[in-house]
């Protein structure tokens, strides 16, 4: 059977720090994914934008 999931990475839109991960299944409708998480790195609050 095929593998039905992939991993995403979401990376700070500031600082560019790959923050999250996320398993995803490959059938998903979203084109891109944008997360509003903490950054350690800018210590606050950033949109995360996904990246391969
Ligand atoms: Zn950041």
């Known amino acids: 059977m095929a593998k039905a999931r ?6 700070c839109a500031k600082c ?5 991960s ?3 299944s490959k ?5 891109k994914l944008n997360l509003k998480k903490y950054c350690s790195k800018c ?4 949109m995360h934008k996904e990246i391969k």
Not at 6 to 11: A, C, V
């Open 16 to 20: 560019k720090e790959k923050n999250y």
């Open 27 to 31: 059938k998903r409708k979203f084109e």
């Open 22 to 24: 996320k398993m995803v």
């Open 6 to 11: 992939t991993i995403i990475h979401f990376e």
């Open 43 to 46: 210590r606050e609050h950033r």
